[in-house]
């Protein structure tokens, strides 16, 4: 593909001026494809601190006429300021430049050019700053030109894809949009080159402080890009990349970057307001199917497609997530299902806010785990919500889809459950709730409050009037399977105080440790405790 993207004035140039025919490149002929953009003329020592970047300065060698050693303690300092190019007049203040100067030069890849003699410098001046200003002129022309055509591309509604089309036909380099949900949109070109959509390498990207050029890894390559964030302050960071792929970026190409960035703004707005409205429209179906609240199955299939959610007549399970510290706001839940939503893979789930809580589906397509989706899921409500502040209740599976509010009602009650026994595991089903599953289903009868008490109560009012801990005690041991030495660890206390309290409360309670029988109906009180805690300003009268 040709290359007509028009560059700038390089020190190579500087030969072909006609008033600079005659000039000689003694050193860093390695940098001659440095950019000038303009002319700077040096006749006293502290130039220093007034050079800028991209100048080509130019001396009669006077500041240097007792000293021409002292070029060679500017060069390195030239070259850090950004300076393009040294040229020096000889054989009138100093006949030639330091040898020390010329190899400093070439280390670093810094033009020095000897200029005749006759060299006037206000020619000089005026030849250079003229391509200079022409050639910027003409890149202007090109940026305005470009911005032009896309804005009018956008106008007639062609959308974001078309237009990143059409910026990767002018820049003739791969594109990348990434909008505030980690989602990329891909030029032709960056379709082509099949990298990693969920590279870490694009997020890298959006953290890192500086936007402007930067260094990235795409397969085996390591190449330069160039990174502008899209003018919307409504977005999360919209960020537009070229990559230098084909082609050395230019000046031009990243001010057109940095232009269109405005039009990528207005575009992203409006296809958000769209998705808005269409999602509002998703959301309400979802929540009606899930609840149960669309009876037929007709019309279960008819609003499915309606609102372009079409549900595969597959198995399914409904999910509900649970919090285990403090609830995320809303707009973190409506941040979470947006995310999930875009996941290319993740269309077999579906997600909404009913009630205040997050609920899923999640279709069985045989090729994907149920485990490996919710692990999938887990990592993405992590990138919203904290790790480690919620949990998935599982429902159980389903046949069919318009079956899926049953799964629902099921996952409500683990989660009911979980909240009220504290359960922390990432994933809970009916298999990880044990005995609570039935206890769960009692209902709230005297009786089982009376068999709850008689075990509970004597363990309370011994541990307040001794100021030790039976309950806490009997609780862990259990929970470590009745191993002394596994509970005494998690309580940090001494095995042989471990021993005395379970013994101590055995007596109290008037049960054979070594009796099965007993030991279960204990274990079940303290069940039944954890479900549904024992009420202080209550005087029960039944006590064992």
């Known amino acids: 593909m040709a290359n007509n993207v028009i560059t700038g004035l390089?020190?190579?140039d500087i030969l072909l001026?006609?008033?600079?025919?005659?000039?000689?490149?003694?050193a860093g002929a390695g940098g001659l494809h440095r950019y000038i953009n303009r002319v700077n003329v040096m006749e006293v020592p502290d130039v220093i601190d007034w050079v800028r970047p991209g100048e080509f300065l130019i001396t009669s060698g006077f500041p240097f006429r007792d000293q021409p050693d002292l070029i060679s303690d500017m060069i390195p300092q030239l070259n850090q300021k950004g300076v393009s190019a040294l040229g020096i007049k000889t054989k009138r203040f100093i006949d030639e430049v330091p040898a020390r100067a010329l190899e400093l030069a070439d280390q670093l890849d810094f033009p020095i050019f000897e200029l005749p003699s006759s060299t006037s410098f206000s020619d000089v001046v005026r030849d250079i700053m003229e391509r200079v200003l022409v050639q910027e002129a003409r890149e202007l022309s090109q940026l305005q030109s470009r911005f032009q055509k896309l804005s009018k591309q956008l106008l007639h509604g062609d959308g974001i894809e078309d237009f990143l089309r059409s910026l990767d036909g002018m820049l003739h380099n791969p594109i990348v949009l990434l909008d505030d949900m980690d989602h990329l949109f891909c030029s032709p070109q960056a379709e082509e080159l099949k990298f990693h959509r969920q590279s870490p390498v694009w997020l890298q990207l959006r953290d890192e402080a500086g936007l402007g050029i930067c260094f990235i890894t795409l397969g085996e390559r390591r190449i330069r890009a160039y990174v502008s964030a899209v003018n919307d302050k409504q977005m999360n960071q919209c960020l537009l990349i070229l990559l230098e792929w084909n082609q050395e970026l230019t000046m031009v190409d990243q001010l057109t970057i940095d232009r269109v960035g405005v039009l990528v703004g207005?575009?992203?707005?409006?296809a958000n307001a769209r998705r808005e409205v269409e999602l509002k429209y998703v959301d309400q179906f979802l929540q009606d199917w899930i609840s149960g609240r669309i009876v037929a199955g007709e019309d279960l299939k008819l609003r499915a497609e309606a609102c372009?959610?079409?549900?595969?007549?597959?198995?399914?399970?409904a999910a509900v997530v649970g919090w285990l510290d403090m609830r995320p706001e809303v707009k973190q839940l409506q941040q979470a299902v947006k995310r999930i939503r875009t996941r290319p893979d993740l269309q077999h789930v579906k997600m909404t806010i009913i009630e205040g809580e997050l609920a899923v589906t999640i279709a069985d397509r045989g090729?994907?785990?149920?485990?490996?989706?919710l692990q999938r899921l887990l990592t993405e409500l992590s990138a919203v919500c904290a790790k480690d502040t919620f949990v998935f209740c599982i429902g159980d599976k389903v046949s069919r889809p318009d079956l899926v509010h049953f799964s629902y009602e099921s996952a409500k009650k683990i989660y009911h459950i979980r909240e009220i026994c504290g359960f922390r595991e990432p994933f809970i089903d009916y298999r990880k709730l044990g005995v609570f599953r039935l206890l769960y289903h009692l209902p709230e009868l005297e009786e089982i409050r009376d068999y709850r008490d008689q075990y509970l109560i004597p363990l309370l009012?011994?541990?307040?009037k001794h100021n030790v801990s039976l309950l806490q005690t009997l609780t862990q041991y259990f929970k470590n399977s009745r191993n002394v030495k596994k509970t005494s660890a998690a309580l940090f206390t001494h095995y042989n105080t471990v021993t005395y309290r379970i013994e101590r409360a055995c007596e109290l309670l008037n049960l054979n440790s070594d009796d099965g029988d007993d030991m279960l109906e204990l274990q079940l009180a303290l069940k039944l405790h954890e479900m549904r805690p024992y009420e202080k300003q209550r005087n029960p009268q039944n006590r064992r």
Do not use: H, Q, R
């Open 266 to 270: 207005l575009e992203m707005i409006n």
């Open 308 to 317: 372009g959610c079409p549900l595969p007549d597959l198995a399914m399970t």
């Open 367 to 373: 090729d994907i785990l149920l485990s490996d989706t």
């Open 461 to 464: 009012d011994y541990d307040s």
């Open 10 to 12: 390089t020190c190579s």
């Open 17 to 26: 001026i006609p008033d600079l025919k005659e000039a000689v490149v003694l």
